[in-house]
């Protein structure tokens, strides 16, 4: 998928994708890439298992990648 930047998240918990098949993943991948290991997440719990390092680290991911900060589309804002 390379030039496209490539983030992976792998759960320390996760029974359908371990750690080792992610790690596998990353390291065929090319650059640009990089991968965040949640030891106490299961599959796709990631958001769940450390809500403010998700967003730092997806926020940051995709700043990184892309140039700018990503839009909220208005349906998924929250209403005051």
């Not at 750690?19 to 949640?38: C, S």
């Not at 390092?53 to 940051?60: K, L, P, S, T």
């Amino acid at each position: 998928i390379a030039p496209r930047p490539l983030m992976l998240l792998s759960g320390g918990l996760d029974t359908d994708t371990p750690p080792a098949a992610m790690d596998r993943l990353f390291d065929d991948a090319a650059e640009p890439k990089e991968i965040w290991h949640i030891p106490e997440a299961g599959h796709g719990g990631y958001y769940q298992a450390a809500p403010a390092e998700y967003e730092r680290r997806v926020i940051g991911f995709l700043e990184r990648g892309f140039g700018h900060p990503p839009r909220v589309h208005a349906a998924f804002k929250a209403e005051p």
